[in-house]
T-cell receptor, first 111, second 114 residues
């Protein structure tokens, strides 16, 4: 089973700051998903990356997939309080769709 | 706009009782996954089902837990003789195919065992 390590575990910043969170594995990802989970709710899919070196943008969020497909990062520009939540990365084994999740990065953005 | 639906949202059971958690997948999705989230452990896969079939139950405890996804109606996760350690948030996700990387999650059922 692939293990996903996310860092940092917790991040507290002020509104307007930039931040980057990371997701790493010792083995190659076939694909990688980023989710955001708000308290009391289920995870919401933000993006899927599949190709090594891929960069995807979602408004102020930029997702990058490492060239070797063993790591990924999520960069948020000018963070807002609405970005507060638990950011989870997840991967699936090739050809099989059950997801393995990292433990997440808890982001708190204060006004 | 029907997303994944789960009910109940909150469920309180005494030790030894049964818990039944329901999940209706998104329209057009026939693949259902159940995950459990514990505070220190994160989200863990439990079971993967298609209509009338269990595809992978490798993440589900061997005793007291069962799941089904009948031809008609929602998927059910059933926990018999609950214990305090079963207290957790249980999430259902659905996908359009078994090879889809993208799963869509419901709001979860928070089970509390007293």
């Amino acid at each position: 089973t692939q293990l996903l390590e996310q860092s940092p575990q917790f991040l507290s910043i002020q509104e307007g700051e930039n931040l980057t969170v990371y997701c790493n594995s010792s083995s190659v990802f076939s694909s990688l998903q980023w989710y955001r989970q708000e308290p009391g709710e289920g995870p919401v899919l933000l993006v899927t990356v599949v190709t090594g070196g891929e960069v995807k943008k979602l408004k102020r969020l930029t997702f990058q997939f490492g060239d070797a497909r063993k790591d990924s990062s999520l960069h948020i520009t000018a963070a807002q309080p609405g970005d507060t939540g638990l950011y989870l990365c997840a991967s699936s084994n090739s050809g099989y769709s059950t997801l393995t999740f990292g433990k997440g990065t808890m982001l708190l953005v204060s006004p | 706009n029907a997303g994944v639906m789960q009910n109940p949202r909150h469920l309180v059971r005494r030790r030894g009782q049964e818990a039944r958690l329901r999940c209706s997948p998104m329209k057009g999705h026939s693949h259902v996954y159940w995950y459990r989230q514990l505070p220190e452990e994160g989200l863990k896969f439990m079971v993967y089902l298609q209509k009338e079939n269990i595809i992978d139950e490798s993440g589900m405890p061997k005793e007291r837990f069962s799941a089904e996804f009948p031809k008609e109606g929602p998927s059910i996760l059933r926990i018999q003789q609950v214990v305090r350690g079963d207290s957790a948030a249980y999430f259902c996700a659905s996908a359009s195919s078994g090879r889809s990387y993208e799963q869509y999650f419901g709001p979860g059922t928070r089970l509390t065992v007293t």
